[in-house]
């Protein structure tokens, strides 16, 4: 069994990673940026992922997943403790 031809990557075979386009698998959701500022970083995605299912989100959990964890990661880096001598 043979796999559908994949014109990105034919298109952009032997070029560098920055070079290609990214695909971006990322939920832009506001609200999930939200409930992680709200949760003080605890919403885990299975309860973000039913959340979003409720306001209409038609995408995957494993898409959810990662969104959350970017987003829970860019909160975590805006509070780091800073110890000054």
Do not use: C, F
């Amino acid at each position: 069994m043979g796999s559908k031809p994949n014109r990105l990557n034919d298109e952009y075979a032997g070029q560098a990673p920055s070079r290609r386009p990214h695909n971006n698998r990322y939920v832009k959701s506001p609200e999930v940026e939200e409930w992680i500022e709200r949760s003080n970083g605890k919403l885990r995605a299975d309860k973000a992922l039913e959340k979003l299912l409720l306001l209409g989100y038609g995408g995957s959990e494993r898409t959810t997943r990662r969104a959350v964890a970017r987003v829970k990661k860019d909160y975590r880096l805006g509070r780091v403790p800073v110890h000054r001598p």
